[in-house]
């Protein structure tokens, strides 16, 4: 059984940095895409990074200089480095993983349970 877990959620002054982390665990063949999303209170969830297997990155436009993505895929994590946090900021962040359990080539998109970034003006 696959589970995400992320960790480094806090409570940060606005110009502060946190780095969050999201590792995968249970039956992994291979990981492909991973990446970060956010959701703030009565807002829809939104793309905050991707990072392919490869190591490629997309931003959306607002995280774009602050924020970071990365991987580890020797243990299947990813992080987001999140620098000049802004007011706006404050949400809970999830990770996902396209993700195949076996050599079938079928993935599938597993999410974590998110952990929650407060800014503090």
Sequence with gaps: QVQLV???GGLVQAGGSLRLSCAASGTIFRINAMAWYRQAPGK???????VTSGGSTNY???MKGRFTISRDN?????YL???SLKPED??????????????SGTYYRFWGQGTQVTVSS
């Design 6 to 8: 992320e960790s480094g």
């Design 44 to 50: 829809q969830r939104e793309l905050v990074a991707t």
């Design 60 to 62: 959306a436009d607002s």
């Design 74 to 78: 020797a243990k299947n994590t990813v």
């Design 81 to 83: 480095q999140m620098n």
């Design 90 to 103: 404050p949400a809970v962040y999830y990770c996902n993983a396209d993700l195949a359990e076996d050599y």
